[in-house]
């Protein structure tokens, strides 16, 4: 195993028993009572800042303790839970924050107790046992190892879990929970995955090594890809990926059982144990719909990556601008306009179903490891141009699934000819030097040195809230950015 330039892990199914799956749903409820808090902490220094002009540009706390939430009186049951469990919410927390701080994500908020949970434990909390025997996986035998969850005072025991695939030992793991299923996941950074054997090459070397070549060599290497409703991907040599029949009858199942479910649930009252029954089942549809799609999607970048081709190229498809709902519209009076809602609901769903923003994904992290490119050029003109001359014009869509050329004449099945148009567009970008490789975002903390602080002093590591204004005479806020400096990460072991 190579140096692929990214984080990489595994995920497995496991099967706790039932008094296991109560000790782990109180880790989990744990560790989101200290990650809400910290949101709420912090919520509280940012109001109490911006209504007080003395405080202006002081700095707001971004730390991981979480002493301060155990209290014997208000909440006695944190005193027995093991306290690396408390740690590792705080530094959730910390590291959304970092997210955010980075334009990686929103400000952390309140974690609900709906929906997928999870707990991570650190190397304190499982530990890894060899029993000798192999058990048969995707890709062979796999060396079998009991994992043992808990600590000497908090012992769950050994958690069941199928390895479909060979893994290396983690020093973290992340156990969650969602649709009444259990899985594990075990996480590896770039160093834990470094070894012997020469590295790969990355993504910018790839990149540079394939615009040396010649035009001749590109086309021969180089496959184009074109993305539909009907059909999720139609390749330029051919082949067309979509759902099975027996995929198809299983999705069409899932919707006409969740209609029957969701038509129950309406009828049923709210805190009444029954409709949290159906409230499951309706659930574990949307579980089996993911799954297949998901499983779907593999397939498909495993195909695409096992392919002769070294060179893949789609679209840039902004997937989730183009499932955004319509913004109501209102006329003269007031009275909404028709926005066509309803339609774009149905387009959505389409859209999501045909798996968009996983297949490139999935085929450019399997790509790099395989030494493999992908690219994507714009999106503007491949469903309208011709793949012989290059004419472009909306006429040439008389009808969605045939394309007609104006200029030339030429006659060809419309994905198929968006498809070698976008394998020429990329081919040509490729050679020009026009595509680039996008760093990737890190999140960091440095060590600051102030003389304000708002609240007691907890941490050296501190991100920064500067260039606030205000508007004379107001306590008001009216612009505010926000600043933070890079520096080595603390590691979820420590605080």
């Keep these: 195993m190579g140096v692929y330039g990214m984080a990489s892990g595994v995920k497995f199914r496991a099967y706790p028993n039932k008094e296991q799956s109560a000790a782990l749903n109180r880790w989990i409820g744990w560790q989101r009572f200290v990650y809400s808090s910290k949101v709420e902490e912090d919520r509280y220094f940012r109001t109490f800042r911006n209504h007080a002009l003395a405080l202006t540009g002081v700095r707001t706390p971004v730390e991981q ?45 309140r974690k609900k107790r709906h929906g997928k949970q999870a707990v991570l434990l650190t190397k304190e909390l499982f530990q890894f046992i060899p029993t000798g025997d192999t058990a048969k996986g995707d890709e062979g035998l796999v060396q079998a190892q009991k994992l043992k969850i808990g600590t000497d005072k908090s012992m769950i025991g050994e958690l ?80 067309e990926y979509a759902f099975t029949g027996a995929e198809k009858g299983f999705l069409a199942y899932a919707q006409q059982s969740r209609n029957k479910l969701q038509r129950k649930l309406s009828k049923q009252r709210k805190g009444f144990k029954r409709r949290e029954r159906t409230k499951a ?16 999607a593999h397939k498909i970048s495993r195909d695409l990556v096992g392919d002769v081709a070294k060179v893949n190229i789609f679209e840039d498809l902004h997937v989730a601008r183009m499932v955004r709902r319509p913004k109501a519209k209102t006329d003269a009076n007031g009275k909404f306009l028709k926005d066509g ?20 994904p999935f085929v450019r992290d399997k790509g790099l490891k395989k030494e493999k490119l992908t690219i994507n050029i714009p999106a503007h003109g491949p469903s309208q141009g011709c793949s012989r001359c290059g004419h472009i014009h909306p006429d040439n869509r008389a009808t969605q699934a045939i394309l007609t050329c104006q200029k030339c004449g030429l006659t060809f099945k ?50 920064v809230e500067t260039n606030i204004r205000r508007v004379a005479g107001s306590t008001r806020t009216t612009q505010r950015s926000m600043i933070c400096e890079e520096a080595p990460t603390s590691t979820a072991a420590g605080n």
Aim: with cysteine; charged share 25%; hydrophobic share 35%.
């Design 65 to 109: 303790q979480y002493s301060q939430f155990k209290d014997e009186e208000l909440t006695p049951w944190l005193f027995e839970v093991p306290s690396q469990i408390l740690r590792n919410g705080a530094y959730r927390f910390k590291q959304a924050y970092a997210r955010f701080f980075k334009v990686l994500s929103q400000r952390p908020s």
């Design 341 to 360: 809602a309803k339609a774009k609901a149905g387009l959505n769903k389409s859209i999501l179903n045909s798996m968009w923003g996983k297949i490139v």
């Design 281 to 296: 089942r309706s659930g574990k549809t949307y579980a089996k719909e993911r799954n297949i799609r998901q499983d779907r």
């Design 160 to 239: 069941k879990f199928t390895a479909h695939r060979h893994y290396e030992l983690p020093k973290s793991i992340c156990i969650s929970r969602n649709n009444g299923q259990w899985h594990v996941s075990f996480n590896y950074s770039d160093a834990e995955l470094v070894d012997d054997a020469l590295p790969l090459m990355t993504e910018r070397e790839l990149m540079l090594y394939f615009c040396s070549l010649t035009e001749e060599q590109l086309v021969f290497i180089a496959n184009g890809g074109d993305r539909g409703v009907g059909i999720p991907v139609v390749m330029s040599n051919g082949k």
């Design 414 to 463: 419309a994905d198929y000819n968006a498809a070698l148009v976008i394998k020429k567009g990329g081919i040509k970008m490729l050679r020009n030097g026009e595509l680039t490789v996008k760093d990737k975002k890190t999140v960091g903390f440095r060590k600051q040195n102030t003389n304000a602080q708002l609240g007691p002093v907890r941490s050296e590591s501190r991100c």
